[in-house]
């Protein structure tokens, strides 16, 4: 545990990180004002959080502030904002149960998947799929809070956005499956 405390918490001050955790305590915040039934502001809530996704990212990447805590945490608050989105618009009956399943479960896959790899010091990187899946839900939970409209006009797109993402995400996961195979071979290899 000192090992991983060492390389995860040492020097997580900075812009980045400390965005990532903003997100992660809007998550809360979400839930609270869309259980009250006050969805714009859930939906303003929502839209903050997932801003503070890109601009962690591009701060990181620019200011060239990427630690270690910010590789572990900034995707785990992703994929906590954007399943505890999908859930509270599945139990308002928005989206379907099959398909929140879905992400649900191969979010689990991934996280212990990530944490058998870091485990083994190995990193897989977001790859273009998963970051096409992350903005895919983004944009299906942002049409979410019109769905009552789009169902009364008998074209229902958020659901369609949300397949599409549920699609994307499971190419995602393959592919970041295979990339983290090649990884562990690569590395029991050299031993």
């Not at 303003?44 to 572990?72: E, P, Q």
């Not at 949300?162 to 393959?174: E, K």
Request: glycine share 4%; proline share 3%; net charge positive.
């Amino acid at each position: 545990m000192s090992n991983f405390r060492q390389k995860y918490l040492t020097n997580i001050w900075n812009v980045p990180n400390v965005l990532t955790m903003l997100r992660l305590a809007l998550i809360p915040v979400f839930v609270v004002l869309h259980a009250n039934g006050m969805e714009k502001l859930a939906l303003l809530t929502f839209c903050a959080a997932s801003f503070t996704d890109w601009l962690d990212g591009h701060i990181a990447r620019k200011y060239h502030l990427i630690t270690d805590f910010g590789k572990l945490m900034d995707p785990l608050a992703d994929k906590l904002m954007v399943c505890t989105a999908l859930i509270m618009q599945g139990l308002n009956g928005t989206f379907p149960v099959v398909a929140i399943l879905i992400v649900v479960l191969k979010e689990v896959v991934m996280v212990c998947g990530s944490s058998y790899l870091l485990a083994h010091d190995v990193v897989v990187y977001a790859n273009l799929w998963g970051k096409l899946a992350q903005c895919s839900f983004i944009l299906a939970l942002v049409l979410s809070f019109w769905h009552a409209d789009f169902t009364a006009m008998r074209f229902p797109i958020d659901r369609v956005c949300l397949w599409i993402a549920v699609v994307i995400a499971v190419i995602a996961l393959v592919d970041y499956s295979r990339a983290s195979l090649d990884k562990l071979r690569q590395i029991r290899a050299r031993k």
